[in-house]
């Protein structure tokens, strides 16, 4: 037996480091039968179970007092249908993995978010998501999944099979059971060419409507306390392929957006004074490119400077307004904020408790770097995004209840119904889920 069992009561904290849980023990099967008896151990003792990927997540989704269930044993592909064109992927698979896997295959995924370092099951169960027109998030590339349930029981869930459960776990925050595979939908491996190119905020609010049509994946960069952007469009392309050369990928992903970004947040942390001045030169200092490359490689970069981040998804049409209040409110407050507000969108899904869920969604985030005060910027941010009935993306820094989403989310009874089901005794609850779904 390959299973990894520590009885010791060791400190887990996530990426960002805002979120910290001490389980009882942490279980690293090596197998679904493993995992199950896991569960059933833990129900023996009433502890609760949570499972966790990398800890990309910034809210407390999977941190536990109880049994903490580490996948990475269960990683690697089950299957490859070309005539259906699905993979079957372990849910402990890093979306890096999965994507160089499929890449040599001559396959990819038809979306992706803007990092791959998470797990599969992760990635999906908080709603990652990247931008797109007409292709939405990585959960709704899902064609089918496995799931234990808190009695140790195996489901196999699709459109076909369990599928009320697959409407939901798709989503599922870990709240129905502990995800161990995963089909996704993949196609031919195709070519992107991204063109990025500065941008004024004026322009970008003004012609959104038109950006975001002409584009297959459209989304900016609007730096704080400037009124620069920066845009990038990624459409299909018959090629020839024109990756970023190795110097200049280097420059522009390496040295300016992680290192000397690095730099100036830290020197903003010291001299918060100083951040609007920053900003300007920051909001400069990427020049106009177009490249073309395989998918991967277009939609995902390296993210090296840590940080906390709100994200809000609204209707599209409600976009422009949200962000222009939320640039005054930046503009008259004493906020300084050093971090750039992302902005993407997605068309509306089937799946219960997604951010897109019955909605075409534009997506607002906010960040600030690790170590700084945030609350009163995303205190701030939050009045406006939920004025506007923003959903907030599951894995990241929110303070809405039940309450909240039961108003937002019109098959958010049908989700908790479903969890009244599966998981009765609360065996994958922990505080986060008792705020946002109810005890």
Wanted: aromatic share 8%; net charge neutral.
């Amino acid at each position: 037996m390959s299973t990894t069992v520590s009885g010791k009561s060791g400190t887990w904290r996530n990426w960002a480091g805002n979120v910290t849980a001490r389980p009882v023990r942490e279980v690293t099967p090596a197998s679904v039968e493993e995992l199950s008896a896991a569960i059933r151990a833990a129900a023996d003792e009433g502890l609760t179970v949570k499972a966790v990927g990398t800890g990309h997540s910034f809210t407390a989704a999977a941190a536990t007092d109880g049994v903490l269930i580490r996948p990475q044993l269960l990683t690697g592909i089950r299957a490859l249908d070309r005539e259906a064109g699905t993979v079957t992927v372990e849910a402990g698979t890093p979306l890096k993995r999965l994507n160089l896997a499929l890449a040599r295959e001559g396959l990819s995924l038809t979306n992706m978010g803007d990092i791959m370092e998470q797990t599969v099951s992760g990635a999906t169960s908080t709603g990652t998501h990247g931008t797109g027109r007409d292709s939405a998030s990585i959960a709704a590339q899902i064609k089918g999944l496995e799931l234990v349930t808190a009695d140790g029981s195996v489901l196999t869930c699709s459109e076909k099979e369990n599928p009320e459960v697959f409407a939901a776990a798709r989503v599922g925050m870990g709240a129905l059971g502990v995800v161990t595979a995963i089909t996704f939908s993949v196609e031919p491996l195709f070519l992107l060419t991204a063109r990025e190119e500065p941008m004024t905020f004026d322009r970008v609010t003004a012609e959104f409507d038109e950006l975001f049509t002409e584009n297959e994946h459209f989304e900016f960069y609007w730096f704080p306390h400037t009124g620069n952007c920066n845009t990038k469009r990624n459409n299909r392309s018959a090629g020839p392929e024109r990756p970023v050369g190795r110097l200049g990928g280097w420059i522009e992903d390496e040295f300016l957006s992680n290192g000397v970004f690095q730099v100036a947040n830290l020197l903003g942390r010291a001299a918060p004074a100083a951040i609007p001045a920053i900003a300007k030169i920051s909001s400069r200092a990427l020049s106009a490119r177009t490249y073309t490359d395989i998918p991967y490689k277009v939609f995902t970069s390296p993210r090296r400077v840590r940080f906390v981040e709100m994200e809000y998804a609204v209707a599209r049409e409600a976009l422009v307004d949200t962000l222009r209040e939320l640039k005054a409110m930046v503009d008259r407050s004493p906020l300084r904020v050093s971090f750039p507000v992302e902005v993407r969108t997605a068309p509306a899904d089937d799946i219960t408790l997604s951010t897109a869920s019955g909605r075409e969604s534009a997506y607002i985030a906010v960040h600030m770097f690790r170590g700084t005060p945030y609350q009163a910027y995303f205190t701030a941010a939050e009045r406006i995004f939920t004025a506007h009935e923003g959903r907030p993306h599951w894995g990241k820094v929110h303070t809405r209840d039940a309450e909240y989403f039961s108003g937002v989310y019109p098959r958010f009874g049908e989700f908790t119904a479903l969890r009244d089901r599966l998981d009765p005794d609360r065996r994958f609850a922990n505080d986060y889920l008792r705020r946002v779904l109810g005890s």
